[in-house]
């Protein structure tokens, strides 16, 4: 069968721009489907897995709920946390390379404590095998419609980068309040492509319903 001779070529450049270009392939996880080796607090929310260059990857994401320490139940007050667990599988043994927690603690008012919908995305925008993993979350302590604190964190490997500032409320027609970020050290240093893309994290969590809180 004939094949023109510049076919070869364009394939071969087609090819190598795929692998260039290829993102982790991310599995869901049920917690049924954890091991013991797998180690969180509180109550289990989701977990994902993909390869790299590090092995076989699992992130668990959990929370602890609203919940009363010895010091709230004395004061009146509430607290909650949420935490994220990157496992790295090695000879049937999981070993943990990060965890994350936050939390809000003693809160007299209203609790906001939440990973946001769809805030879990692992990538390879660099291209070097190792997947970059971001969290999105917001908390609060609030009596009023004032905005939620937001929170991006992008972890490469053990590297972290922290991109922190408020969501957006739109309060009427005419006046918004909310929106400020900034970046960390890390991410102020680290790859462009990974500011770029902390920004459209951002503005894709941007905003909030004044009846969603």
Known sequence: MYSPKWLLPFIIICCHSYVLTAQPIITKLAKS?????????????????????LG?????????GIYQSPADRDNGTNSSALFAYRYILKNDTADLGWKMTDFIKACELDITCNFLQEGLVVTDLDNNNVAEVWLVYQKACRGDVSPADMKILMNEGKKKSVMSG???????????????YKFDASFKSGNTLFRQYAKKLWKQFLTTDLEAL
């Open 33 to 53: 489907s954890l091991g013991k080796s797998f180690k969180y607090a509180g109550n289990f929310i989701d977990a994902i897995q993909w390869k790299d260059s």
């Open 56 to 64: 076989e990857n699992i992130v668990i994401r959990s929370h602890s």
């Open 166 to 180: 408020v969501r957006r409320i739109q309060i009427s027609k005419t006046e918004v309040i909310g929106g400020e």
